[in-house]
C-alpha cells in the first residue's frame, strides 16, 4: 500500500485541503484578548465542582477503592473531573459558539470567500475549541497541586490526554452542531454531557456499576478519565493504549464528519 | 494583454427544481466596470456567487484570470475582492481587528495586515474609528468598512452584490465615489444593483437579468438609446380612467406604456408630446417630463418594473 | 363577570408553553433524576458504607438526605430558567410584554400573570420529580405533597427577584454569570449534597441567607421526617419575604419597562 494511499485512509480526504486552519484560532485569540473574562470563568464551574467534592463529599465518603488501590475520595475525584473540565472546556466553544457563527453572524461565509476552505473552517474551529480545554486542564493540574491531590509527577502526562478528549469531544460536538436547527437544540448537547459525566466512574469507581460496567465503557469521558487517574496514581497500564485509540478515533470520525457538512452547508 | 478576465458560457446554477440562472454568457474585461442589472429574484446574487467560486457550477463553463473555479478556487479566490450583500462583520473584533484578520486569511504576513489597515481605513474615511466596535456603526460606515475589507488583499476583480442598497443617499454618493476611484486605480468591478442611477453612475457595461436570463447586454446609454427614446412623458390620470385615456392618446410619440398608476409615453421631445396631448383636449392630473433611463429600458425588455 | 386579568395573562403563557412543554420537561426533569441516580444511588453507596456519615446525616441514607433536597433544587433551576432568557425575550426580543401593555392590562397584572405562570411551571417540574422519589420506599411518604408546594415556593423565590432584575437588561449578555456564580454554587454548597455543617465557618451564614437552603430544609423535613430542619416557620418566613420582595420589584419594573 503507497503512503499516499495509507494515509487517505487514515485522515479524511477533505482535511487534505486544508491549508492554513490555525487562523481560525487567530480569530479567536483575537477575540478573546477583549472577552477574557469568559475564558476565566469557564473555569469556574469544574473549580466548584472541585471544592465541592473537597469540602463536602471527602468528609462522607472517606475512603475509595479501585482496581486494589485505596483513595482520599478527593484524590479518587480530582483526576475525573480534570478529564471532565477537559470535555466542557472544548465542547462550548465547538457547539453554542459554532452554532452563533455558522448561522447568525455568518462568519463562515465570510472566511470563505477568502482562499481558506471549509476544511480549515472544521479543523480551525476543532482546534480552537482543543486549545481552550487544553487551558482549563492545564490550569486544572495547578488547582489540584494546591489543594495536594496530586499523587504522580506523572500527572503531567495527564495534560496531553486531555488535549486527546478535548479533540474527541469538539469534534463530535461541532459535528452534531451542523444539524441543529435551533438554539434550544443546545440543551440535546447538557442533555449528552451531564450522564457522561456522572456515569462514567468519576464519582464512583466502576466496580460500584456490578453488573452494568460494561455500560460505562461507552462513554468516552470514561476512557479520559482511566487515562487521566492512572497517570496522577503514577500508573501506565498498556490497557490505556486501548482507551486512547478510542478517543483518537472517535476524534477523526468526528473530524471527517464535520469537515463534510460545513463544506455542504455554505458551498451551496 | 486584454484577456477577459471572466468568462461565462451557457452557466446555469439550479438548486434541485429551482432554476437560478438559465444559460447565461458574458464576458468581463480588465479595468472596467461591469454590471448586472435586475429585479430581486432575477439570478444576480446566484451567479456573484459562482464568480466567487463559493457556489459550484451546476453546468457550462466559468473560468476566472483564466482559471477553473472547480479547481483552482483558493488561487482564485486570493486574488478576487468581494463585497457581499450584507456585510457580514465580525461583531465581536473592532474595525482594525476585522481588517487584520481578513488579511490572515490571505496568508498576508501580519506587519504588512497592519500596514495595509491604516491605508485602507484612510482610503474609506474610518480611520478615527480604529478601535471601535463595529455594531455602533453607521449602515454607511459599516459598508464602507466591508469596501476596505475585500481590498486588503489587493485584488484584481471586485465582485460587489447590491453595494448601496439600504443607505441613505449621502452614504450612497460617498460611496460610489469610493468606487470611482477605485476604477481609475485599475481595479475591475463587477457589481450587481436593481438601482438605474447606480448603473448609469458605475457601470461601463452591463447586462440586464431577469429570471435567469440575460435580456440585454451593452453599456448604459446604449441601451437606452436602443430600447427607450430619449424622453419619457409621465401623466397621471384618476383612477379606473387610464385605458380610456390611451385610446385617446394613440400616435403620440414612439411608443405608450400603460402602468397601474401612470400612462408613459415614449418621445423624443417630452414637451412637444405633452402640447400634443392638451391639444386633443386631454388633460392630466399630473404631468412630468424626464429623460429616458434604465427603468424604462428593462420595462422595454420584460414589461415589469425594476422595483416591485 | 370576567376572568381575573392576571389570569389572562397566565393563560398566554400557558398556550405558548403548549409548543415546548416536551423540551422543557425533559429538561428540567431530567437533569435532577440524573443527579438522583448518579450522586444518590452512585455516590450514595459509597457514603452508606463510610461509618462517619452516619453521623453527619442524621442517620439517614445518602439518598434519603438528597432526594428531597433534589426537589428544591430544581424548582431553583426552574425558576431561575424561566426569568432569565425567557423573560428578557418578551421584552427585548419577541416584545410580547409591550404588546400586552398596550391593552388595558397594568404591568402589575402582567407580573402577577407571570409570577403564577412561573409558579405553574415550576410545579409541573417539581411533581415530575416527586413522581420518580414515590418510586423508592425511603421517599415515598405523604410528606412529598408538603414538599411540592415548599418547592414550588423556593422556586418563586428565586423567580421573582430574578425576573424583576432580567426585565432591566438590553441583552442577555449577563445571564450565563447569573448561572455560573449564583445558582451553580448554591446548588452545589447550599445543602442539597452535603449537610452546610462541613462548609467553612465563614461560608456557612450565606447559606443561611439564600433561599435554596430553606427551601431545601423544608423539603428535606417534610419527605424525611426523622430529619432535623430546623424551625418551619423561618424556613417558610424567608422564602415568603424573597416571594413578596421579588412581586414588588416586579411591579415596580415592569411599570418602569412598559409605561416609562
Same mark, same amino acid.
Given at each position: 500500500?503507497?503512503?499516499?494511499?495509507?494515509?487517505?485512509?487514515?485522515?479524511?480526504?477533505?482535511?487534505?485541503?486544508?491549508?492554513?486552519?490555525?487562523?481560525?484560532?487567530?480569530?479567536?485569540?483575537?477575540?478573546?484578548?477583549?472577552?477574557?473574562?469568559? %475564558? +476565566?470563568?469557564?473555569?469556574?464551574?469544574? &473549580?466548584?465542582?472541585?471544592?465541592? @467534592?473537597?469540602? /463536602? *463529599? =471527602?468528609?462522607?465518603?472517606?475512603?475509595?477503592?479501585?482496581?486494589?488501590?485505596?483513595?482520599?475520595?478527593?484524590?479518587?475525584?480530582?483526576?475525573?473531573?480534570?478529564?471532565?473540565?477537559?470535555?466542557?472546556?472544548?465542547?462550548?466553544?465547538?457547539?453554542?459558539?459554532?452554532?452563533?457563527?455558522?448561522?447568525?453572524?455568518?462568519?463562515?461565509?465570510?472566511?470563505?470567500?477568502?482562499?481558506?476552505?471549509?476544511?480549515?473552517?472544521?479543523?480551525?474551529?476543532?482546534?480552537?475549541?482543543?486549545?481552550?480545554?487544553?487551558?482549563?486542564?492545564?490550569?486544572?493540574?495547578?488547582?489540584?497541586?494546591?489543594?495536594? %491531590? +496530586?499523587?504522580?509527577?506523572?500527572?503531567? &502526562?495527564?495534560?496531553?490526554?486531555? @488535549?486527546?478528549? /478535548? *479533540? =474527541?469531544?469538539?469534534?463530535?460536538?461541532?459535528?452534531?452542531?451542523?444539524?441543529?436547527?435551533?438554539?434550544?437544540?443546545?440543551?440535546?448537547?447538557?442533555?449528552?454531557?451531564?450522564?457522561?459525566?456522572?456515569?462514567?466512574?468519576?464519582?464512583?469507581?466502576?466496580?460500584?456499576?456490578?453488573?452494568?460496567?460494561?455500560?460505562?465503557?461507552?462513554?468516552?469521558?470514561?476512557?479520559?478519565?482511566?487515562?487521566?487517574?492512572?497517570?496522577?496514581?503514577?500508573?501506565?497500564?498498556?490497557?490505556?493504549?486501548?482507551?486512547?485509540?478510542?478517543?483518537?478515533?472517535?476524534?477523526?470520525?468526528?473530524?471527517?464528519?464535520?469537515?463534510?457538512?460545513?463544506?455542504?452547508?455554505? &458551498?451551496? | 494583454?486584454?484577456?477577459?478576465?471572466?468568462?461565462?458560457?451557457?452557466?446555469?446554477?439550479?438548486?434541485?427544481?429551482?432554476?437560478?440562472?438559465?444559460?447565461?454568457?458574458?464576458?468581463?474585461?480588465?479595468?472596467?466596470?461591469?454590471?448586472?442589472?435586475?429585479?430581486?429574484?432575477?439570478?444576480?446574487?446566484?451567479?456573484?456567487?459562482?464568480?466567487?467560486?463559493?457556489?459550484?457550477?451546476?453546468?457550462?463553463?466559468?473560468?476566472?484570470?483564466?482559471?477553473?473555479?472547480?479547481?483552482?478556487?483558493?488561487?482564485?479566490?486570493?486574488?478576487?475582492?468581494?463585497?457581499?450583500?450584507?456585510?457580514?462583520?465580525?461583531?465581536?473584533?473592532?474595525?482594525?481587528?476585522?481588517?487584520?484578520?481578513?488579511?490572515?486569511?490571505?496568508?498576508?504576513?501580519?506587519?504588512?495586515?497592519?500596514?495595509?489597515?491604516?491605508?485602507?481605513?484612510?482610503?474609506?474615511?474610518?480611520?478615527?474609528?480604529?478601535?471601535?466596535?463595529?455594531?455602533?456603526?453607521?449602515?454607511?460606515?459599516?459598508?464602507?468598512?466591508?469596501?476596505?475589507?475585500?481590498?486588503?488583499?489587493?485584488?484584481?476583480?471586485?465582485?460587489?452584490?447590491?453595494?448601496?442598497?439600504?443607505?441613505?443617499?449621502?452614504?450612497?454618493?460617498?460611496?460610489?465615489?469610493?468606487?470611482?476611484?477605485?476604477?481609475?486605480?485599475?481595479?475591475?468591478?463587477?457589481?450587481?444593483?436593481?438601482?438605474?442611477?447606480?448603473?448609469?453612475?458605475?457601470?461601463?457595461?452591463?447586462?440586464?437579468?431577469?429570471?435567469?436570463?440575460?435580456?440585454?447586454?451593452?453599456?448604459?446609454?446604449?441601451?437606452?438609446?436602443?430600447?427607450?427614446?430619449?424622453?419619457?412623458?409621465?401623466?397621471?390620470?384618476?383612477?379606473?380612467?387610464?385605458?380610456?385615456?390611451?385610446?385617446?392618446?394613440?400616435?403620440?410619440?414612439?411608443?405608450?406604456?400603460?402602468?397601474?398608476?401612470?400612462?408613459?409615453?415614449?418621445?423624443?421631445?417630452?414637451?412637444?408630446?405633452?402640447?400634443?396631448?392638451?391639444?386633443?383636449?386631454?388633460?392630466?392630473?399630473?404631468?412630468?417630463?424626464?429623460?429616458?433611463?434604465?427603468?424604462?429600458?428593462?420595462?422595454?425588455?420584460?414589461?415589469?418594473?425594476?422595483?416591485? | 363577570?370576567?376572568?381575573?386579568?392576571?389570569?389572562?395573562?397566565?393563560?398566554?403563557?400557558?398556550?405558548?408553553?403548549?409548543?415546548?412543554?416536551?423540551?422543557?420537561?425533559?429538561?428540567?426533569?431530567?437533569?435532577?433524576?440524573?443527579?438522583?441516580?448518579?450522586?444518590?444511588?452512585?455516590?450514595?453507596?459509597?457514603?452508606?458504607?463510610?461509618?462517619?456519615?452516619?453521623?453527619?446525616?442524621?442517620?439517614?441514607?445518602?439518598?434519603?438526605?438528597?432526594?428531597?433536597?433534589?426537589?428544591?433544587?430544581?424548582?431553583?433551576?426552574?425558576?431561575?430558567?424561566?426569568?432569565?432568557?425567557?423573560?428578557?425575550?418578551?421584552?427585548?426580543?419577541?416584545?410580547?410584554?409591550?404588546?400586552?401593555?398596550?391593552?388595558?392590562?397594568?404591568?402589575?397584572?402582567?407580573?402577577?400573570?407571570?409570577?403564577?405562570?412561573?409558579?405553574?411551571?415550576?410545579?409541573?417540574?417539581?411533581?415530575?420529580?416527586?413522581?420518580?422519589?414515590?418510586?423508592?420506599?425511603?421517599?415515598?411518604?405523604?410528606?412529598?405533597?408538603?414538599?411540592?408546594?415548599?418547592?414550588?415556593?423556593?422556586?418563586?423565590?428565586?423567580?421573582?427577584?430574578?425576573?424583576?432584575?432580567?426585565?432591566?437588561?438590553?441583552?442577555?449578555?449577563?445571564?450565563?454569570?447569573?448561572?455560573?456564580?449564583?445558582?451553580?454554587?448554591?446548588?452545589?454548597?447550599?445543602?442539597?449534597?452535603?449537610?452546610?455543617?462541613?462548609?467553612?465557618?465563614?461560608?456557612?451564614?450565606?447559606?443561611?441567607?439564600?433561599?435554596?437552603?430553606?427551601?431545601?430544609?423544608?423539603?428535606?423535613?417534610?419527605?424525611?421526617?426523622?430529619?432535623?430542619?430546623?424551625?418551619?416557620?423561618?424556613?417558610?418566613?424567608?422564602?415568603?419575604?424573597?416571594?413578596?420582595?421579588?412581586?414588588?420589584?416586579?411591579?415596580?419594573?415592569?411599570?418602569?419597562?412598559?409605561?416609562?
Amino acid at each position: 500500500m503507497s503512503e499516499r494511499t495509507l494515509a487517505l485512509r487514515i485522515v479524511p480526504v477533505e482535511l487534505l485541503t486544508a491549508r492554513r486552519p490555525q487562523r481560525m484560532v487567530e480569530r479567536s485569540v483575537m477575540f478573546y484578548r477583549h472577552a477574557w473574562m469568559i %475564558l +476565566v470563568s469557564g473555569f469556574f464551574e469544574p &473549580l466548584l465542582y472541585l471544592l465541592s @467534592v473537597q469540602v /463536602g *463529599f =471527602a468528609a462522607l465518603v472517606g475512603e475509595v477503592t479501585d482496581n486494589g488501590v485505596t483513595y482520599d475520595y478527593a484524590e479518587f475525584v480530582a483526576p475525573a473531573l480534570m478529564a471532565a473540565a477537559a470535555m466542557n472546556g472544548a465542547i462550548f466553544d465547538a457547539t453554542g459558539n459554532v452554532y452563533e457563527k455558522l448561522r447568525h453572524s455568518k462568519l463562515y461565509d465570510t472566511v470563505l470567500a477568502t482562499p481558506m476552505t471549509a476544511a480549515d473552517i472544521a479543523l480551525g474551529e476543532i482546534m480552537g475549541a482543543v486549545a481552550r480545554g487544553s487551558l482549563y486542564s492545564v490550569a486544572f493540574v495547578l488547582t489540584m497541586w494546591a489543594l495536594g %491531590l +496530586v499523587g504522580s509527577p506523572l500527572v503531567v &502526562l495527564a495534560v496531553p490526554a486531555c @488535549v486527546l478528549i /478535548g *479533540f =474527541a469531544f469538539a469534534s463530535l460536538g461541532m459535528a452534531f452542531t451542523t444539524y441543529m436547527r435551533s438554539w434550544s437544540d443546545l440543551e440535546y448537547i447538557n442533555a449528552v454531557t451531564l450522564p457522561l459525566l456522572l456515569f462514567s466512574a468519576t464519582f464512583y469507581p466502576l466496580s460500584s456499576y456490578g453488573g452494568w460496567s460494561w455500560i460505562v465503557y461507552f462513554s468516552p469521558l470514561y476512557h479520559g478519565v482511566a487515562i487521566v487517574r492512572g497517570c496522577n496514581l503514577g500508573v501506565l497500564e498498556w490497557s490505556m493504549l486501548g482507551n486512547i485509540a478510542v478517543l483518537l478515533a472517535l476524534s477523526l470520525a468526528g473530524l471527517r464528519f464535520t469537515a463534510r457538512r460545513i463544506g455542504g452547508l455554505l &458551498l451551496t | 494583454m486584454s484577456a477577459p478576465v471572466i468568462i461565462a458560457s451557457d452557466l446555469r446554477k439550479q438548486f434541485g427544481d429551482f432554476v437560478a440562472v438559465d444559460g447565461v454568457d458574458f464576458e468581463v474585461r480588465p479595468g472596467e466596470s461591469f454590471g448586472f442589472l435586475g429585479p430581486n429574484g432575477a439570478g444576480k446574487t446566484s451567479t456573484m456567487r459562482m464568480v466567487g467560486c463559493v457556489s459550484p457550477v451546476t453546468s457550462g463553463g466559468l473560468s476566472i484570470f483564466g482559471l477553473d473555479p472547480e479547481r483552482d478556487g483558493p488561487e482564485i479566490r486570493s486574488r478576487m475582492g468581494v463585497v457581499p450583500q450584507t456585510d457580514q462583520l465580525d461583531a465581536e473584533l473592532t474595525v482594525s481587528e476585522n481588517l487584520l484578520i481578513y488579511g490572515r486569511y490571505f496568508d498576508i504576513p501580519r506587519a504588512e495586515c497592519r500596514r495595509r489597515t491604516v491605508d485602507l481605513l484612510e482610503f474609506v474615511q474610518l480611520s478615527e474609528r480604529a478601535d471601535d466596535q463595529v455594531d455602533p456603526l453607521s449602515g454607511g460606515m459599516k459598508r464602507r468598512l466591508t469596501i476596505a475589507r475585500s481590498l486588503i488583499n489587493e485584488p484584481d476583480l471586485l465582485l460587489l452584490d447590491e453595494p448601496t442598497t439600504g443607505l441613505d443617499p449621502q452614504a450612497r454618493h460617498v460611496l460610489w465615489d469610493r468606487l470611482y476611484r477605485l476604477k481609475q486605480r485599475g481595479v475591475t468591478l463587477v457589481l450587481t444593483t436593481h438601482y438605474m442611477d447606480e448603473a448609469e453612475q458605475l457601470c461601463d457595461r452591463l447586462v440586464v437579468m431577469d429570471q435567469g436570463r440575460i435580456a440585454a447586454e451593452g453599456s448604459p446609454r446604449e441601451l437606452i438609446d436602443r430600447y427607450s427614446t430619449r424622453e419619457v412623458l409621465e401623466l397621471r390620470f384618476a383612477v379606473g380612467e387610464n385605458e380610456a385615456m390611451a385610446v385617446k392618446l394613440h400616435g403620440i410619440g414612439e411608443r405608450c406604456e400603460l402602468l397601474p398608476d401612470r400612462i408613459l409615453i415614449y418621445a423624443r421631445d417630452g414637451e412637444d408630446a405633452l402640447s400634443e396631448v392638451r391639444r386633443r383636449g386631454v388633460d392630466p392630473g399630473g404631468s412630468l417630463v424626464r429623460r429616458s433611463s434604465l427603468e424604462d429600458v428593462f420595462l422595454r425588455l420584460t414589461g415589469r418594473a425594476l422595483v416591485d | 363577570m370576567s376572568t381575573p386579568t392576571a389570569v389572562r395573562v397566565w393563560e398566554n403563557h400557558l398556550m405558548r408553553y403548549r409548543k415546548i412543554w416536551g423540551s422543557h420537561l425533559l429538561g428540567a426533569f431530567v437533569q435532577p433524576v440524573l443527579y438522583l441516580f448518579g450522586m444518590g444511588l452512585g455516590v450514595g453507596a459509597l457514603v452508606d458504607r463510610n461509618t462517619e456519615s452516619i453521623v453527619l446525616l442524621d442517620g439517614v441514607s445518602y439518598f434519603a438526605f438528597l432526594a428531597p433536597a433534589l426537589l428544591a433544587t430544581t424548582a431553583m433551576m426552574s425558576g431561575g430558567q424561566s426569568s432569565l432568557w425567557e423573560l428578557a425575550d418578551g421584552f427585548i426580543w419577541s416584545h410580547r410584554y409591550e404588546a400586552m401593555a398596550s391593552t388595558p392590562l397594568t404591568p402589575r397584572e402582567i407580573a402577577d400573570g407571570l409570577a403564577l405562570w412561573q409558579a405553574t411551571r415550576t410545579a409541573l417540574a417539581v411533581i415530575a420529580v416527586a413522581g420518580v422519589l414515590a418510586l423508592f420506599d425511603e421517599t415515598r411518604t405523604w410528606g412529598l405533597l408538603v414538599a411540592i408546594p415548599a418547592a414550588v415556593l423556593t422556586g418563586l423565590a428565586f423567580a421573582l427577584p430574578i425576573s424583576a432584575w432580567s426585565s432591566t437588561r438590553k441583552n442577555g449578555s449577563s445571564f450565563p454569570a447569573v448561572i455560573r456564580f449564583a445558582l451553580i454554587p448554591m446548588f452545589l454548597f447550599g445543602g442539597a449534597f452535603f449537610p452546610i455543617d462541613l462548609l467553612p465557618g465563614w461560608l456557612q451564614p450565606v447559606a443561611y441567607v439564600t433561599p435554596l437552603w430553606h427551601g431545601i430544609e423544608l423539603c428535606r423535613g417534610a419527605v424525611i421526617p426523622s430529619i432535623d430542619s430546623g424551625p418551619v416557620a423561618v424556613h417558610l418566613a424567608v422564602l415568603l419575604a424573597y416571594t413578596s420582595a421579588g412581586l414588588l420589584a416586579c411591579w415596580i419594573t415592569f411599570s418602569r419597562t412598559l409605561r416609562p
